[in-house]
C-alpha cells in the first residue's frame, strides 16, 4: 500500500487524553495504513494499555488532523470513510468475542471522539517474534514448537466461534514477559463456514498466506491459517521467510531441512504438510497439527480428502485460459440479458387468466375448423338426399343455415375470450396495487410514527391492513409488548459443535411469557428517550449497541411507566423457546433448517438490521431467534454443569444468544452461544424481555 506521508501533527501528543482524561497517551507504538496505535495510560487503574485510532494513510485515501484540535478529517467519500470505520470496530467485536482466551490479545474498550473512532487493548510489553528472530536467529526446534502448540490450542477457540485471523505471520505474534506468544492483529479476521465458498478480501501477506487468499471467491476453513502457522514455524526454523507459491513455481521448493540441515525429519514433514498449496493436502485443524508435532507421525501421512479446490489457479497458463472462459462467460451473459431484456419490452407479461384467454382462442378457432368441415360433409349429405326426394329445405338452405350457427357460436365464444381478456387486465391492475399497499405498508411499519400510518389509511382506505394501521397509529406513545406463553417441560440443552456448547444435558424449566419480538429501536425511546442504535430510522427494527446494563436501567425505568415487570430470559429459557418448547421439531435454527427462511445473518444480509418478523417465525410463533442481533440473557457466560472446558467468566461476562445479520449460519444455531462483559455493546447485539406474571 503506498502510504501519504503522517505529519507530526498528524498524531496525538504525548499527555494528551481522551475520554475526558479517562486515558493518556504516553507513545506512539506504530502507524499503518490503517490507524495509528498508542501507548497510554488508564487514570483510573494505573495500567498500560495500548490504543488504536482510525486513521488512514493511504495514498488516495488519507486524513489529516485540525490544527486547532484533535479532529480527524478524512479527505475522501464520507461513505468510504463510515464502511471503514465498520471494518475498524469489526477487529475490536471480533477480539471482544475472546475474553480470557490465553495467547490473543484482550479488548477493553470502544468509544468515539475527535471525528474517528478507537478501542483499547491490553498492552503487551513485549517484542513481535520477527523482531526476536532477526536479533537472536533461529530459534531451536523445542522453543519453536512450545509457542506454536500454544498459538494452535488459542487458534482452536477462535475456530470453533467460526473466525479466521487470516493475517498470522511474526509480526502479528508478540511475545510477552513470561514467554508466551499472543496473537494480535484481528483487522482482516472474517467469519467462516468450513469448506463452503465464500467471497473475501484478497488481502495477504507473502509468504504466510495461503494460496486461497489469492482468490476473491474460494473455500476456506481452518486450513487458512494452518497455512499462515506453517509458514510461521519455518520461519521460527530457518529465520527466513517462507517462499511464496508464485517463487516456488520459479526457484524449486526449499523445504526447513534444506535451510538448516540439523531439524529433524518429522518436524520436517510436519511443516512441508502445513505449507502444502492445496488446502486438501494440508492439516485440517489445529489439533490435528498439534498431534504432528506431539509426534503422531501417522497424522502426517494421512490420506488426504479427495475433493480436489478448484478454485486455486496454478501457472499462469491456467490462470489466463481461466479470465479467457470468465469473459466469454460475460459475453455470453450479457447478449442473453440484452435478448431477455428486449423481449420483456416488446412481450406483456401473462397471468394466468391470460393464459387461458389464449387456449380458449385457440380451441375456438379449432372447433370452428371442424365445424366448417362438418358442414362440407353435412351438405354433401344432403344434396344427395334431396336430389332422391324434393322435400324441406333445399341443400343451400340447410347450408346457410348451418353456417350460421357455427358463426353465432364462434361469436358467442369471442365474446367470452373478450371478457376474460377484461378480466385479466383487471387482475393485472389490481396485483399492481396490491404490490403499492404491500411496499406502503412495510414503509409505514418501518417508520412507526402517527403521520406515515395516516398517509397509508388515506391512500388504501380499501386496504385489509388498515384496521391494523389504525390500532399501530393509536399505540403511538405508548409502550406495546406482545408475548407469547410458553408451556413449561423438559429438554436436551447444548450441542456438540465446539466445547462451550458442551455437555448435552437436561434441562427442566417452569412455564413464561417471552417476546414474541425482539425489542424495537421505538419501543427503546418510548421508555429511554434515547436513540443508542447504530443503525437509525427504523422504528420497527431491533434496538442494539445497548450493553447488558443498560437494560436493567432500560427494565427499572419500564418498569415505573408501565407497572409491569420484565426481565431477561435465562439461558435455559431462551433456548428452550428458540427449540420451539414442547413443539420442538429438531430444527437446527429457530424456527428450520434452512437458515436463510428463519434468520437475517451474514448470507443473506450483511449490511445491518432489519425489520423484527421479516423472516418466518418457530414453532411457537416467535420471530429472530436465529439471526438479526444477538440477544442477552440473564446468565453468566460459563461452563455448562459437567463440562470439560472449565471456562467460567462469572462476574465479568453475560451470556448472548441467537447469532446476528454480521454472523455465519453456524453461529446462528439454537445451541451457539457467546458472551459479553456487563459493558459491552455493538451494532449486532440487542434483546428481548419476559413478562414476570
Request: a neutral charge; one cysteine or more.
Amino acid at each position: 500500500m503506498v502510504q501519504h506521508t503522517l505529519q507530526k501533527n498528524d498524531t496525538l501528543q504525548k499527555n494528551d487524553t481522551l475520554q475526558n482524561g479517562k486515558y493518556q497517551i504516553l507513545s506512539i507504538l506504530g502507524q499503518g495504513g490503517f490507524g495509528i496505535t498508542y501507548l497510554a495510560r488508564h487514570a483510573v487503574l494505573q495500567v498500560e494499555v495500548a490504543i488504536k485510532e482510525l486513521f488512514l494513510s493511504a495514498q488516495n485515501t488519507y486524513c489529516t488532523r485540525s490544527e486547532t484540535d484533535k479532529t480527524v478529517i478524512p479527505h475522501f467519500e464520507p461513505e468510504k470513510f463510515a464502511d471503514f470505520r465498520q471494518r475498524f470496530l469489526d477487529e475490536a467485536y471480533t477480539l471482544a468475542r475472546f475474553k480470557n482466551v490465553k495467547g490473543i490479545v484482550q479488548a477493553v474498550d470502544t468509544f468515539e471522539e475527535n471525528g474517528t473512532v478507537y478501542f483499547v487493548m491490553e498492552y503487551i510489553a513485549g517484542k513481535s517474534l520477527k523482531n526476536i528472530i532477526e536479533t537472536k536467529g533461529a530459534l531451536t526446534e523445542k522453543q519453536a514448537t512450545e509457542y506454536i502448540i500454544k498459538l494452535l490450542d488459542a487458534l482452536t477457540v477462535v475456530h470453533d466461534k467460526g473466525v479466521l485471523h487470516r493475517d498470522i505471520n511474526p509480526n502479528n505474534i508478540l511475545i510477552d514477559e513470561q514467554n508466551n506468544p499472543v496473537l494480535i492483529d484481528f483487522g482482516i479476521a472474517r467469519e467462516y463456514e468450513e469448506d463452503v465458498t465464500q467471497t473475501q478480501t484478497t488481502f495477504r501477506t507473502v509468504g504466510y498466506s495461503a494460496p486461497e487468499q489469492a482468490v476473491l471467491k474460494a473455500k476456506r476453513g481452518a486450513y487458512t491459517d494452518i497455512y499462515s502457522i506453517g509458514g510461521t514455524l519455518y520461519f521460527m526454523l530457518t529465520a527466513q521467510r517462507p517462499q511464496s507459491t508464485d517463487e516456488i513455481d520459479l526457484d524449486g521448493f526449499q523445504s526447513p531441512k534444506d535451510i538448516k540441515p540439523n531439524i529433524s525429519d518429522t518436524l520436517n514433514s510436519v511443516v512441508i504438510k502445513a505449507i502444502k498449496k492445496r488446502p486438501n493436502d494440508r492439516f485440517q485443524s489445529c489439533q490435528e497439527f498439534k498431534q504432528a508435532i506431539l509426534g503422531n507421525a501417522e497424522t502426517l501421512h494421512a490420506t488426504s480428502k479427495t475433493e480436489d479446490d478448484k478454485t486455486l489457479i496454478d501457472t499462469p497458463q491456467q490462470k489466463k485460459q481461466q479470465k479467457q472462459q470468465d469473459d466469454d462467460k460475460t459475453l455470453i451473459d450479457k447478449t442473453q440479458q440484452q435478448k431477455q431484456e428486449k423481449k420483456i419490452e416488446t412481450v406483456q407479461p401473462k397471468t394466468k387468466v391470460a393464459d387461458d384467454f389464449d387456449r380458449e382462442i385457440e380451441n375456438a378457432q379449432k372447433r370452428n375448423r371442424f365445424i366448417y368441415i362438418g358442414i362440407g360433409i353435412v351438405a354433401f349429405i344432403a344434396i344427395l338426399y334431396f336430389a332422391f326426394k324434393n322435400t324441406g329445405p333445399s341443400p343451400q338452405e340447410l347450408a346457410e343455415q348451418r353456417r350460421q350457427d357455427s358463426i353465432r357460436k364462434v361469436d358467442s365464444l369471442v365474446k367470452v375470450a373478450g371478457q376474460l381478456k377484461q378480466d385479466s387486465i383487471a387482475y393485472a391492475n389490481n396485483k399492481e396495487i396490491q404490490e403499492k399497499e404491500e411496499k406502503a405498508w412495510k414503509e409505514a411499519k418501518r417508520k412507526d410514527n402517527k403521520e406515515t400510518y395516516e398517509k397509508f389509511i388515506a391512500d388504501f382506505s380499501q386496504s385489509k391492513y388498515k384496521a391494523e394501521a389504525e390500532k399501530a397509529k393509536e399505540n403511538i406513545g405508548k409502550f406495546n409488548y406482545e408475548t407469547i406463553y410458553v408451556s413449561g417441560g423438559t429438554f436436551q440443552m447444548g450441542g456438540n459443535e465446539n466445547h462451550m456448547e458442551e455437555p448435552i444435558h437436561s434441562v427442566t424449566v417452569s412455564g413464561f411469557s417471552i417476546g414474541k419480538y425482539e425489542v424495537t429501536q421505538a419501543q427503546w425511546k418510548h421508555v429511554m428517550g434515547s436513540k443508542p442504535s447504530y443503525f437509525k430510522n427504523c422504528g420497527n427494527c431491533p434496538v442494539e449497541n445497548v450493553s447488558w446494563n443498560d437494560i436493567q436501567t432500560f427494565l427499572h425505568k419500564l418498569k415505573q411507566q408501565t407497572g409491569k415487570t420484565y426481565r431477561l430470559p435465562s439461558e435455559a429459557e431462551w433456548e428452550f423457546a428458540a427449540r420451539g418448547g414442547n413443539n420442538n421439531r429438531g430444527y437446527t435454527y429457530s424456527g428450520g433448517n434452512d437458515v436463510g427462511s428463519v434468520a437475517q445473518y451474514h448470507g443473506n444480509n450483511n449490511k445491518g438490521t432489519k425489520q423484527v418478523g421479516s423472516k418466518s417465525p418457530n414453532e411457537l410463533g416467535i420471530y429472530d431467534m436465529s439471526g438479526n442481533v444477538r440477544e442477552w440473557c440473564q446468565d453468566w457466560y460459563k461452563g455448562y454443569p459437567g463440562s470439560s472446558s472449565g471456562f467460567d467468566f462469572t462476574g465479568e461476562s453475560r451470556v448472548h444468544r441467537g447469532g446476528s445479520w454480521r454472523y455465519i449460519a453456524k453461529s446462528c444455531r439454537v445451541s451457539a452461544r457467546d458472551g459479553g462483559s456487563l459493558t459491552f455493546h455493538d451494532d449486532a447485539l440487542g434483546f428481548r424481555i419476559v413478562l414476570v406474571p
